[in-house]
């Protein structure tokens, strides 16, 4: 397991030299999720906080319910296979604009590494503002019911599915890694 990962830490902690994902810490949706509802001041941060936690614990349920051999995206450990992709997912918004980028590399792993599209994240993150817009463009995922669509979008990222597959743009195509096991930075 000798190929180099990155993965973009935010600015706001120590980099972490080596991490496992059976032990949440900072770089962990699951840990992020206990420190989550500490009071905020910005109204505008609480509710992207709580649109992020939504779409999370969506994409869990259906992972649950359909994928458990995949890895849990609230404990795993999350890279990008080039310099590239993880500049654009630091551009993207999902993290802060001045995290920094590291090399990794893969030490063990307790489940196959998983391929995904975040853009399916971001889709379902949006998909109950812009609505009547995926309805009117008649998007193939959309079913009868809002509800209904979102699991159908969850459904398409844990079957490792791209938003190219389905006819959207490559700006929105943000290929991430998976990773439930242990990655080692790379100085």
Known sequence: MEDKFYRVNP??????????????????????????????SDEDLLKNNLKRVFVENLLEAVREQKYPDKPSRLCSIFLFDS???AEKFKDSGWTEPDGIISSYRI??????????????????????????????KKAVFIKSDLNESLRAVCDLYWRGKTILDIGFPVK?????????GKVQRIP
């Open 11 to 40: 600015c706001s902690t120590e980099l972490i030299d080596e991490m496992d994902s059976t032990k949440p810490h900072i770089f962990s949706l699951k840990y992020r999720e206990h420190i989550q509802n500490v009071g905020f």
């Open 83 to 85: 310099l590239d992709i």
């Open 107 to 136: 030490l063990e792993l307790y489940k196959p590494v998983f391929r995904a599209d975040m853009g399916f994240v971001n889709m379902v993150s949006n998909l109950h503002e812009k609505w009547d817009e995926f309805k009117v």
């Open 172 to 180: 929105n195509h943000i290929p991430e890694i998976l990773v439930e």
